[in-house]
């Protein structure tokens, strides 16, 4: 049986005991990534430079367990407005720009913790 590996990000700490990710054999989940600054805690005045982070906790996860962003399979996106899916294909299409080696995705109009704007989970393989 495989063991877990706890992954800590900046940025990460939680009010509730949740880690942001785990490994487990050659996979790793994640919780819910928020795009918060990784230096003061806080939610950025932009939603752009929220799904910044979101992205870059993404890489950096990836990296601690031993990968990169592409091992990513699937992430599961939460916005509160629909109209965010653009804001966040952005991002999306500079982390993956190969249209023939992308992740599967879905994204889910949802009521998040308050400020937040965007969240997102993740499922890799490595």
């Keep these: 049986m495989a063991k877990r590996k706890v992954i800590k990000i900046s940025g990460s700490e939680h009010d509730n005991p949740i880690p942001a990710a785990v ?27 929220e799904i910044t982070f979101i992205f870059q906790y993404m890489e950096e996860i990836m990296n601690k367990a031993g990968g990169s962003t592409d091992d990513i399979a699937h992430l599961s996106v939460y916005v509160i407005d629909r109209k965010l899916k653009q804001k966040v294909n952005v ?36």
């Design 23 to 49: 490994k487990i054999g050659n996979m790793v989940y994640t919780s819910a990534i928020i795009g918060n600054h990784p230096e003061t805690g806080q939610i950025p005045e932009t939603v752009e430079q």
């Design 91 to 126: 991002e999306w299409l500079n982390t993956f720009p190969n249209p023939d080696d992308r992740p599967a995705r879905h994204t889910t109009v949802k009521d998040l913790k308050p400020g937040v704007n965007v969240q997102v989970e993740m499922v890799a393989v490595l």
